[in-house]
Each structure stands twice: as C-alpha cells, then as structure tokens.
C-alpha cells in the first residue's frame, strides 16, 4: 500500500523524485481511505510557483474536505487532466491514475520526507 | 459511566469492513466498503439496510398518555390512529427545539416515542420533568431496543418473505407488531431517505439474527448495508431537517421550515405555542432555504458563513456533493428578505466569496 520508491510526509501527501529534476506528486492510499469517495481535486495552475510546506489545493469528497501540502519546493509542469471528469481515480489508484501533480524541483529534497517504512508507522499509529 | 457507546451491531459491522466513527458519543458505521456513493445509489434505486439502534425510545403510557403529549409536543396528536405515526417535536417555551421525534400510536392510553441518539438523556429527562399533573408513566427503553431501516425501492420485496404482516397493505407513516424472521418486531413504513422502506424495531439481543436475515435475502437483488455518510446525504437531498444542523436549541420551529408540525388551532395548550404565536405575528427574521451552487469545485459545508459585503447575515446548516441531484447543494439560514427562490446569496467557502443560487426544495422527490 505504501510503495518503497515514493517518499511521503506526515500530511499523507506522496511524491515521486525522478532523475530528471521532476517530481510527481499524490496523496496516501491511507489519505484516500480516510477521505472515502473523492469528488474534487482542486489543484494550482501550470507555472506556478510551490513552496515546501505551503498549502496548494484541495480535495473534496463526499463527506469532507482537505488541504494539499507541497511536500518539496518547486514550479507546477503539469496538472492530472483527467482527474477532473475522474476524480474516482485518487481512490482508484492513488500512487497511479490518481497522481495531482509534476513538478520541477528547485532546491534540495527536504529531510522531513519519510521513507515507506516510516510512513506506514505513522500511518498505523494513527488509525487506531 | 465512560467509554463510546456501541448497538449490538457492533460486530456485525466490523466484520463487514465498516469505517467506525464516533456519532454523538456512539461508535457507528460511516460507510462499509462500497462506499458512501454507492450506498446512496443502492438506497435510490434497490435497496439498502442500515443499523439505527443508536435511535432512543421511550414510552409514555396512562390514561393522560394523550393530554400529556398534547401538551409536551406541537404537532396534533389527536388526529392519530392506532398503528399510525407523525412526525413532532419537543419544543422549549420559546419556541426552538429539545428535539424532533416520531410518535407512535400503540392504543389510546399508550404511544412511542422515538428520539435522536444523542439526546436521549435530555429527552427523557425533559418527558419526566413534566409528569406532574398527568396519570403517565414514560419509561426509556433504549438499550433493549434495535432498530434497522431497510429503505429502496425493493425493500418490500425483499422484507415480505421474512415477514407476517402484509406489507402491501402498511401505508406510509403506519406501522404495525408482527414477527420478522421469527423474532417479534415492530414495523413501520417510515425512514429518513425519501425512498420507501421500513424501519424494524426489535429486541436488542435479537438484532443479528434480523439484520442477518435481512441481507441474506436482499443481498441476490443488490441490498447493501449503509452508513451514515449515505444517510446524510439521501436526508438532505430529501431536505429532512438533523438535529444539531437544520435544528437545534437556537432556531425555532418556524424558521426551520416546520410550521406544519404546528398545529396552533389543536385543541390543546402545548409548550412553546405562545413564543411561535408571537414570531408569526412578528414576523420571521431568517428562515432555512434550499440552495446550489454551480462549479463542481464550489462544495458548501455544514458551518460555512452566508454573506453580504463581507459580513456573516446567515449560515450553512448541512451542504455537500448530491449523486441523486447531482449537483453540490445545502441548506442555510439567511434573511427572510433574501429567501426568496431564483435568489443569489454569497457563501464563504474557504475564503472565497461564492455565488449560491436559492432553489426550491426538496432537491429530489421520488416518483411514485
């Protein structure tokens, strides 16, 4: 559930550092179980600017709503299109179909990003 | 004294992969695996069962059992007949709610009384603080008591062969003693989906046993069991008022869309009826109104502000993503001058002022 070559923070946000500079970026298997139907993700626009930590969206579901983190710093490339005729994918798939966001990174991958073992820590801590 | 409360289907749930949440200080079911759409959908077009044990019951009995409940409560209780059922409330003096709650006519001398879970103390307390005077005995029967709603459009099919009573013959708002797979049951044509369907009132040892029986044989014609996310979602696009939302010890009986719960010509005297008096001839300030918003991404929730330039004139009481309807719909306090259907108000979603548009409820009727 929680996939060894992502990285993920204490917000259930996951991202995907690629060799080329670029990241993808999703919310947790645990984030979609928690939100249950997903009905909205509300997302930034191409080319903007993310800073680490900041707030950069929303996601809707039936019963509530949350707040996106960005888990590092860096400018919006690309949207998931077809998470809006689709938002069902962010429980579908939440590390494939379901993915939000690319990024290109700037600056260095913050330390607080938590490897799959220690996420699903967290995780197991949380849900009781 | 401590510890979250738990039905006796408890188990049952768990072993059906629900989501538990804590509901008023009850350990139930938000959803099970399918998920809240898919219940919702289920509830509309089949059928779904849900465990409402969580509900309080209590029963008023004597030979004042009508005199006292004329009195307690606003709606005309003498306009029932035995097997029957309205739908009432207990109001304070001032017109605004203890709760809302069904009444059910047993004989003339006695009538259940069914309550929201969270306000079961509170409302027995209330029913024995004014006693006085009145040859009742009310007791609170809540924990021997289980309650399932089984509601869709084949939830007769499905509860028929389980049961001797004949279902055909039960019109809405009746209900009557039978057993239901063997077990002794109350059963009435009754629930909070806007759907047809039956709630089942039976002993609370005896609960697995009935809520077993039911999904064996709804399950082959698609019965699912549902949470509390769909039954949030199937009362609101029906624009039944929830305690705690739509209704509470701050907004009257009026203001909230129930004045015809009212009967201010019954023949009685009953608490709160001077207050209602008075704000009818005064005029209302605010009322609850239907409305939509248009982009997918504009999601109202329960407590958001309605403004005007800025300011809080009003609020969300319950809102959120309809499947039925399909659209993001709710329901707020605003001023009476802004009620009007066709009519644009400002929701603050976020921080963002967004455009709603007041529209005429309920948002989804069924067809008969």
Avoid at chain 1, 85 to 102: A, F, Q, R, T
């Amino acid at each position: 559930m929680y996939p060894a070559d992502l990285k993920y923070t204490k917000d259930h946000e996951w991202i995907k550092i690629q060799g080329d500079g670029t990241a993808l970026v999703g919310i947790t298997h645990y984030a979609q179980d928690a939100l249950g139907d997903v009905v909205f993700v509300d997302l930034p626009e191409v080319g903007d600017q993310l800073t680490h930590g900041d707030e950069f969206g929303t996601v809707e579901s039936v019963k509530t709503v949350s707040e996106l983190f960005a888990p590092i710093s860096g400018a919006v490339t690309e949207l998931n299109a077809s998470l809006t005729d689709h938002p069902e994918y962010v429980n579908e798939d939440p590390y494939g179909k379901g993915w939000m966001l690319k990024l290109q990174i700037s600056g260095a991958a913050q330390a607080d990003l938590l490897d799959a073992t220690a996420y699903e820590a967290l995780v197991g801590s949380e849900s009781h | 004294m401590s510890g979250i409360k738990k039905t006796p289907l408890n188990a049952a749930h768990r072993g059906l992969g629900a989501k538990m949440v804590d509901f008023g200080g009850w350990d139930m079911p938000v959803q099970y695996s399918a998920g809240i759409l898919a219940e919702h959908e289920a509830v509309r077009n089949k059928a779904g069962l849900f465990d409402v044990s969580h509900m309080g019951e209590l029963r008023v009995v004597g030979k004042d059992a009508l005199k006292y409940l004329q009195y307690l409560t606003p709606n005309d209780v003498s306009a029932l007949s035995i097997g029957q059922i309205h739908y009432t409330a207990f109001l304070y003096e001032n017109g605004t709610f203890v709760d809302d709650l069904l009444i059910y006519k047993e004989a003339e001398d006695e009538f259940l009384l069914v309550v929201n879970a969270g306000n079961i103390e509170k409302d027995f307390h209330w029913a024995l603080e004014h006693v006085k005077g009145f040859d009742v005995r009310v007791t609170n029967e809540s924990d021997a008591t289980a309650e399932v709603a089984l509601q869709g459009p084949l939830s007769e099919k499905i509860l028929q062969p389980l049961c001797d009573i004949p279902l055909c013959e039960m019109g809405y708002y009746y209900f009557r003693h039978g057993k239901v797979a063997g077990v002794p049951a109350l059963v009435s044509r009754t629930g909070y989906t806007g759907e047809d369907g039956f709630e089942v009132y039976v002993p609370a040892e005896a609960a697995e046993k009935v809520w077993h029986a039911i999904m064996d044989a709804g399950s082959p014609l698609g019965l699912i069991p549902a949470g509390l996310g769909a039954r949030n979602t199937l009362r609101l696009e029906c624009r039944m008022s929830l305690y705690g939302h739509e209704i509470n010890d701050t907004t009257n009986a009026l203001e909230a869309g129930l004045g015809w719960i009212v009967k201010m010509d019954k023949d009685a005297d009953f608490i709160g009826k001077k207050a209602l008096a008075y704000a009818k001839a005064q005029g209302l300030e605010r009322r609850v109104v239907g409305f939509r918003t248009a982009e997918k991404r504009d999601i109202a929730r329960d407590g958001m502000s309605v403004v005007q330039n800025g300011e809080r004139i009003g609020y969300v009481t319950s809102g959120g993503p309809c499947a039925t309807v399909g659209a993001n719909i709710g329901l707020a306090y605003v001023p009476v001058a802004m009620a009007a259907i066709g009519g644009k108000i400002q929701i603050d979603i976020r921080g963002r002022a967004v455009e709603a548009e007041i529209i005429p409820t309920p948002f989804y009727k069924r067809k008969k």
